[in-house]
């Protein structure tokens, strides 16, 4: 029965289509851990000004200034019950640390503008309340 088993897996050893699988999955195995290796390296100083130059121009949006005005306005709408106007500007304006990772859809919706779109569309009217 072993000497069975032990033919079996000599002749599936022995194909060509096996071998290449085999390569193939240590070559996917090695990419992904260098790719992972790569996006967790520390940051460098390069990389940091960088991220400090983002940040700066994205404080400088038009519309990101607005959206602070208004937070200064009416805190509690944006940031919550505890929130005050001295809040806004960190919690809105972009910083060197939140730059690097940020997708562009990070920064979630204000409820002013799921207002707004709630009176613009009748499919928009079905988003459920959230407490904030």
Known sequence: MIGLLSVELNRFRSRRATALLVLAAVLVTVAFVGATAWNT????????????????????RPDLLQEVRACRVNPNDFLGPDATAADCEEALVP????????SPNAYAWAPSSLEALRAASPWCARIPEMSW
């Open 41 to 60: 390296r520390p940051l460098t100083k390069a990389d940091r000004t960088d991220a400090a130059a983002q940040a700066e121009l994205e404080g400088q």
């Open 95 to 102: 910083s060197a640390e939140r730059t690097r990772n940020a």
